[in-house]
């Protein structure tokens, strides 16, 4: 018996030093800059050379790390991965073990050739100008482009699985502002038929207004002494054309820092599909760029500009940007469908007075932002550990690994006394059994509706046992 006891308090030692490795920041790291992943058509028509910063850890002895996907945000207009949230973000997670690919993609709207934005307007000025899009089509056609980039670049990360040291089935993706539409985007967009007709072969964008031709030089996308182009072929398809390696682009979960999704054709479909992965979403309550409900994003700033009496008609970029459902929406709506995949962290600084709101979303960690990025990161870190443990499982090809491949997802894991399972795909799960480490079934455990109430069994490893189907899929768990 003391052989076995001291057997077990190993095992529990083990399974817990391997969760905290994907939760708690230990490792240094280095970064491998300006990697090229693909090269494709921007919007001038002109070919986009693609790279990403790549963090890797170093003193993690670990061949089968996650990965970890992110977009920066700029309204598909501006930024880079070495701006503050992308570096910091991409820090907190190679620090926790993951291999992060830091991303750049293609970015770039036409501008509306009738609007010169006025002298009254401080708050639109140098490259916010090219905010002033043609149409609602540019921001629909920008978003759909980064898509296809950020799901070829989850393809090329998972291609380099022994190059890195990494799970290519471990893969999540995240991103804040743009970033978070593209990353729920390219989760969640996996059909041809759910694509925006806009991203169809459609009219000409119109010529560029002359003062505002300096956008097409931002970020190389036109070539020097060339000319931009202004015809608008068919996009393709949701997967883009590039890194079509035999690797798909699914994700076990995406994290999305005030973000939402277009609602433009069939997109509220995106959020019905039998493989959603788990989703991570924060939101502000005076978020005026990306409202947490359903709103137009930018076109909300109007409350603040008209509060303090600027010159409100030139002080409307892009106002042909369609109506987005923001975090909350899409929470309320998770809910009312029963799905239970997600978490939600909301910051309620919404006071409804307009001169506090409007000055506290223009301050530094107000509105749109994230407060307490270590205290964020913490919380996604502790949603997809248990899935990345349990996903490296099927990769790690020893142990006992090879008797349970088909992977039971839990949360959370280590268990206090509820745990939330499910299925790949969804699956419908017929019976449950949760075993401990001598194959003794428990028999105090509940099971209903993807969730299992434990009660006050002891201390240790157990393994749970789920069946769909006729077939069997094992998840081993810590109860603390």
Known sequence: MKIFLTLLFCICISQLAIAQQFVQKQFSFRVDSNVVYATD???????????????????????????????????????VPNDYYPSQISQ?????????ANI????????????????NCPLIAGNGQCAYISDTAEVLRASFRAMQDAKSAIRFMKA?????????????????????????????????????DECNAIANAPTSNSNLSFCQNLFNHLPAGQTPHYNRPDLGSVEGKTNLNGFNSKV????????????????????????????YMFHQGNDFVVSCNTARPIMTMNQCIQYVNLGVNDCVPYSNVPLAIGSCDIASYFQSI???????????????????????????????????????????????????INTIQSCMGSGIADDYKNALYVYP???????????PNNATISKVEMKNMLGQKIESIQFFNNEIHVGEIPSGIYFIEAESNHKKYVARVAKM
Not at 92 to 100: D, K, S
Not at 170 to 179: C, H, N
């Open 41 to 79: 058509t921007n919007y001038l028509g002109y070919p986009e050379i693609l790279t990403m910063h790549i963090y890797k850890p170093i003193g993690d002895n670990n061949l089968h790390r996650p990965i970890l996907v992110y977009v920066h945000g700029g309204s598909w207009l501006a930024g």
């Open 92 to 100: 907190e997670f190679v620090q926790r073990g993951y291999v992060v």
């Open 104 to 119: 750049q993609y293609r970015m770039g709207m036409h501008t509306n050739p009738n609007v010169t934005p006025g002298v």
């Open 160 to 196: 380099r699985s022994i190059q890195d040291s990494t799970c290519s089935d471990a893969v999540f993706i995240s991103g804040e502002s743009a970033g978070a539409f593209t990353a729920l985007g390219a989760t969640l967009l996996d059909k041809q038929s759910e694509r925006f």
């Open 252 to 279: 076990k979960g995406v994290a999305a820092f005030y973000g939402a999704i277009f609602l433009q054709g069939k997109s509220k479909d995106w959020l019905n599909g039998t493989d959603t992965p788990f989703i």
């Open 338 to 388: 029963n799905f239970k995949k997600y978490k939600f962290e909301f910051v309620n600084n919404w006071t409804g007075n307009t001169l506090v709101d409007c000055y506290n979303t223009a301050q530094a960690g107000q509105g749109h932002n994230i407060d307490y990025v270590s205290v964020r990161c913490d919380s996604v870190a502790k949603l997809f550990s248990p899935i990345a």
């Open 413 to 423: 894991n280590p268990i206090a006394n509820t745990i939330f399972i499910s299925l």
